[in-house]
């Protein structure tokens, strides 16, 4: 039975630890978090503790906190022996040099509270600083989904980087046209059916070949029409987003 | 049987051509376009020509014609009797107002060549000169929908902005996340998990509350991180999505 610690209590660890939970080679020992308050819901499934001090011996520590707080995280993990694994995208692989063993573990999903995702088909991107190390991350990987990926930090970080753009950025476009929806008394479901197969086409289809719209075309009468009824605070959002795919796909304006 | 004669040729005509044919109910007995080259694929199925002089009586007149081109058509539709409809997003119910019956039939959805989609699922907004010829319109949507919307020009015209921001930009922002894949060596493959997730997340939750990453948690350094790793062609999207997303939930920059 592998053993896990887990060290964190947000959106993250909280996935994490119910993904860990029902994996057959996995046990989870104990769940670290500086807030006492943030560890009730773990207290039941698992031993807790606040004091970083205090962590059992462990397979495997999963750190999935704040970016800014891993060094100091880190700093306390010194002694340990277990593979020390943080889950960040945008941190580098060295932040955990100072340790024996240690890795990388960043599952590539959004994850909000109170929505299950199936980890199954999430893509886990890993890296460790031996091969060694890297089989038996792999393994930890493999407990609970089938695609796992060996990343480096740089493409990590890449990754992070598209992830903001076709999760945060798109997430707030869905914002927007509720917005507009709203304004004009129309129930924003009935752009759900729209959203689905934007998301859905590039299954088949590169996004590049599943472009359409008036930006493409090219379509000034609409491109202006647009323009005028937008507020100005979203004028410019319509404008870089419009000739951005323009000089991507080589339309004049 | 409803008679149905189809002006066009394009990705919505296609598409409405092949829901159309299979509906219980209706019967396309003419596709019709200028361009006598496009009517290839409708002659192994239907009647088609392309001089507009020889359409034949018919109960619905379903224009799915560039909006251009909209004006010109409905000129030579004037002594018509059956209901004239056009599909277009943008364009004003008025446009047809030389006719005896006319009306919108707007599906809202986005169509690509050569990709099927599930017509049940997709919302039909509609639009009528009378309250009769209305209710004939929605007979016909019935035909090949559950989700039929009145929806007033103006409503219909903000649908077609808000479809722009969640389908065309959402889109383009899938294809700036493809480039950064490609310049890092890694396959576009491993963002579809987190597209799907993003895209299914607003069945149960509002896109406001579904927003994450740096942005929202007015993570600087993150931010600024992101920038330094961006073309400078695309930093400027960066930026003016993240300062819409701190604006529209009040952080601070």
Redesign the interface.
């Known amino acids: 039975m592998i053993k896990v610690v887990i060290l964190g209590a947000g959106n993250v660890a909280s996935h994490l630890f119910m993904v860990f939970s029902k994996a057959e080679n996995l046990r989870i020992i104990q769940v670290y978090n500086h807030r006492k308050e943030k560890l009730k819901y773990f207290e039941d499934h698992t031993n807790t503790t606040n004091n970083i001090s205090d962590l059992k011996p462990s397979d495997y520590y999963v750190i999935a906190l704040k970016?800014?707080v891993i060094p100091e995280v880190v700093e306390n993990l010194k002694d340990r022996s277990g593979i020390v694994l943080h889950t960040s995208g945008?941190v580098n692989l060295t932040v955990l040099e100072c340790l024996s063993n240690f890795g990388v573990f960043y599952p590539?999903?959004?994850?909000?509270k109170n929505?299950p995702?199936d980890f199954a088909?999430?893509?886990v991107?890993i890296e460790a600083n031996s091969a060694e190390n890297l089989e038996k991350i792999k393994k930890l990987a493999l407990e609970i989904t089938k695609?796992v990926?060996e990343?480096n930090s740089?493409?990590r970080?890449?990754?992070?980087?598209?992830?903001?753009?076709?999760?945060?950025?798109?997430?707030?476009?869905?914002?927007?046209?509720?917005e507009?929806?709203e304004?004009?008394?129309?129930d924003?479901s009935?752009?759900?059916?729209?959203?689905?197969?934007?998301?859905?086409?590039?299954?088949?289809?590169?996004?590049?070949d599943?472009?359409?719209?008036?930006?493409?075309r090219n379509?000034q009468?609409?491109i202006e029409?647009?323009l005028r009824?937008?507020p100005n605070?979203?004028k410019?959002?319509?404008s870089?987003?419009t000739q951005?795919?323009q000089?991507?796909h080589g339309k004049k304006l």
């Open positions: 970016d800014d945008a590539l999903q959004t994850f909000s929505r995702v088909e999430i893509p991107c695609d990926r990343v740089e493409q970080k890449a990754l992070h980087l598209a992830a903001v753009f076709v999760n945060n950025f798109s997430n707030h476009l869905y914002t927007l046209g509720a507009i929806c304004k004009n008394q129309v924003f009935i752009l759900r059916p729209l959203i689905k197969e934007t998301a859905s086409k590039i299954e088949s289809l590169a996004p590049k599943a472009q359409t719209g008036p930006a493409i379509d009468k609409t029409a647009h009824l937008l605070k979203n410019d959002i319509y870089i987003l951005s795919i000089d991507f």
